[in-house]
């Protein structure tokens, strides 16, 4: 499967339409949604995507033997993270608490209900859901051909706090700026749901089909 892009199946996430985006944009590549850890194993590239909570991720995760493909899959092919399928690669999760993959440095917090307030007094909900503008903090190839200040489709209650700024690849707001993409050699991982964000999700997954794994 030299050209094969495999999206994790572990139980949850939404598997169907990130697949079908990446067909989309990909219609020569060969688009596979596995829990097999051999199927994984011998991908092109590797999808992560996620979705429900963090304590059932990180066990059905385990439960399935797909841990260790996942963490081979991390260390030397591209691979892309979507919503918890960014906050797994972080050490820890506040939601649970729960010990996650440590794939990068740093923890996953919730939006604090106290800084939910703008200020002319208007409070923002949790989680927050729907269109925001991302803002890429530096130049690398999955941001090619979108506009900075793109609009992206969000849906979460946590968001990642890295160790290092440098992992950061872009920041959006609510209402304080967060990290809502990290970028490290050939991993690239998005808080937000390119599957969802039509015009820009679509470029930034085109990108990603096109990318050596290289920033």
């Known amino acids: 499967m030299p050209d094969s892009i495999v999206v994790v199946d572990y139980g949850m996430g939404n598997l169907r339409s990130v697949a079908k985006a990446l067909a989309h944009v990909a219609p020569d590549r060969e688009v596979i949604v596995s829990g097999d850890p051999a199927t994984i194993g011998r991908a092109a590239r590797v999808v992560l ?3 429900s909570a963090m ?12 841990e260790g493909p996942v963490r081979d899959a991390l260390r030397e092919r591209p691979f892309l993270g979507i919503c918890l399928g960014l906050q797994m690669l972080f050490a820890r999760s506040e939601e649970g608490p729960t010990a996650c993959l440590g794939a990068v440095p740093g923890r996953v ?3 604090r209900d106290a800084n939910m307030t703008l200020a002319d007094g208007t ?3 949790v989680p927050h859901m729907g269109w925001t503008r991302v803002h890429a903090t530096r130049a690398h190839p999955l941001w090619h051909g979108i506009e900075d200040g793109a609009r992206f489709y969000f849906a979460h209650s946590y968001y990642p706090v890295p160790d290092d700024p440098a ?3 872009a920041t959006a707001e609510y209402p304080a700026p967060f990290t809502c993409a990290i970028a490290r050699a050939n991993i690239f991982a998005t808080q937000f749901h390119p599957e969802k964000s039509q015009r820009a999700g679509l470029a930034l997954l085109a ?9």
């Open 49 to 51: 995507p996620g979705q």
């Open 55 to 66: 304590p059932d991720c990180m066990r059905e995760l385990a439960a399935r033997g797909l």
């Open 109 to 111: 917090v919730r939006f």
């Open 123 to 125: 409070r923002l909900k």
């Open 167 to 169: 992992l950061t690849a």
């Open 207 to 215: 990108n990603f089909v096109a990318w050596n794994g290289r920033e």
